[in-house]
C-alpha cells in the first residue's frame, strides 16, 4: 500500500511529526510505503486566477511547473494525507495555492480510486474546522476517510499534551484500519446531486465551460460509478429541473 503525504507546513515541525506518528502506527504491523511531498520544495507557482483551467480545460494553464507531478503522485497512491498548518485560522498560503491550482476538480472531479486524510495542526482548536473543510474538497472524486485537527499549543499542560497525542494515534489506527478495507467508491447522494449541477451548468452554457461540457458529454462518470436506476433517475430529474431553473435565469 503506498501513502501520499502532502504537507505545506514550510518546516519539519509539528505537521511533519504527526504524519511520523501516522507512519509509524501504520508500519506497526503493515506493509506501506510513505512518500513524502513538501509543497515547499516543489514548482507550484502562483495562481493568477485567470480562469482558464476552470472554462478552457488544466492544459490550458499558462504556469508551466510541476502541477501535473502532483496529480501523478496522487493517481499511483491509495491513500494521501493532506496536511497543512493552521494560520489565520485557515489552511497556510501555500497549501491554498495547492487548492486554488487544482480548483478544476471541483468541477471535473477524478481521483475515484483514492482515499483520504486530512490533518491540520494548529496552536488551538480555533481554525481547525474552516481549515479541514477547505482542505476536504481537495479530495476532488474520492473519499475522505479521515479529518483530524492535532492542537501543539506551547502553553499546554502534560494532560493536554498526552491528550492530544492519544487523540493522533487513535485517528491514525482508524485511518489505518479504513485503508485495509477493500475500496469500492459509493457516492453520496449529496455528491451526486453537486456534480449533476456542474453537468446541467455545462450543457446550458456551453460555450463559456468547454472542458466542463466535454467532460460531461465524453465520459459519464455517473454511468461509470455503477449507479443504481433509480438513483440515474432521480439525477436525470434534477439535472432537467436544473437546466430549465439556469435557462430562465432564477439559479
Ligand atoms: C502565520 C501563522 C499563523 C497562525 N495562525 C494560527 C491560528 O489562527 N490559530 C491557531 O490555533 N494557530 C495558529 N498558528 C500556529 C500553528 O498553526 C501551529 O503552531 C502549527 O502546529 C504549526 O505547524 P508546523 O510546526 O508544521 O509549522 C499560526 C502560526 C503561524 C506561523
Redesign the pocket.
Known amino acids: 500500500m503506498k501513502i501520499l503525504a502532502i504537507i505545506s ?3 519539519k ?4 511529526n504527526a504524519i511520523k506518528t501516522i507512519e509509524s502506527i501504520h508500519k506497526e504491523k503493515n506493509d506501506c510505503e510513505y512518500e513524502y511531498l513538501f509543497l515547499k520544495n516543489i514548482d507550484l507557482k502562483c495562481c493568477n486566477g485567470c480562469h482558464l483551467c476552470l472554462t478552457k480545460g488544466e492544459e490550458k494553464c499558462p504556469l508551466k511547473d510541476d502541477r501535473d507531478t502532483i496529480i501523478n503522485k496522487i493517481e499511483s497512491s491509495d491513500g494521501v494525507i493532506l496536511a497543512s ?5 485557515n489552511v ?1 498560503w501555500r497549501m491554498k495555492n495547492f487548492i486554488d491550482r487544482f480548483s478544476y476538480l471541483l468541477h471535473r472531479p477524478r481521483y475515484f480510486h483514492q482515499r483520504f486524510m486530512v490533518l491540520i ?7 481547525i474546522k474552516e481549515a479541514t473543510n477547505a482542505l476536504a474538497i481537495m479530495a476532488s472524486g474520492g473519499k475522505v476517510i479521515s479529518k483530524i485537527g492535532v ?3 506551547p502553553g499546554m499542560n502534560d494532560t493536554k499534551k498526552n491528550k492530544q497525542s492519544k487523540k493522533l494515534r487513535r485517528e491514525a489506527k482508524k485511518f489505518v484500519k479504513k485503508m485495509k478495507k477493500p475500496f469500492n467508491f459509493k457516492p453520496t447522494f449529496g455528491y451526486l446531486v453537486w456534480f449533476s449541477a456542474f453537468k446541467a451548468m455545462s450543457q446550458v452554457n456551453e460555450n463559456e465551460s468547454i472542458a466542463d461540457h466535454e467532460y460531461y458529454s465524453n465520459k459519464d462518470f455517473f454511468i461509470e460509478m455503477n449507479l443504481k436506476l433509480g438513483q440515474k433517475f432521480v439525477l436525470k430529474t434534477f439535472q432537467a429541473i436544473f437546466r430549465g431553473l439556469l435557462k430562465i435565469g432564477l439559479v
Open positions: 507546513s514550510p518546516r515541525k509539528n505537521t511533519y498548518p493552521n494560520h489565520s485560522m497556510n495542526t494548529s496552536g488551538s482548536y480555533r481554525g492542537m501543539n499549543s
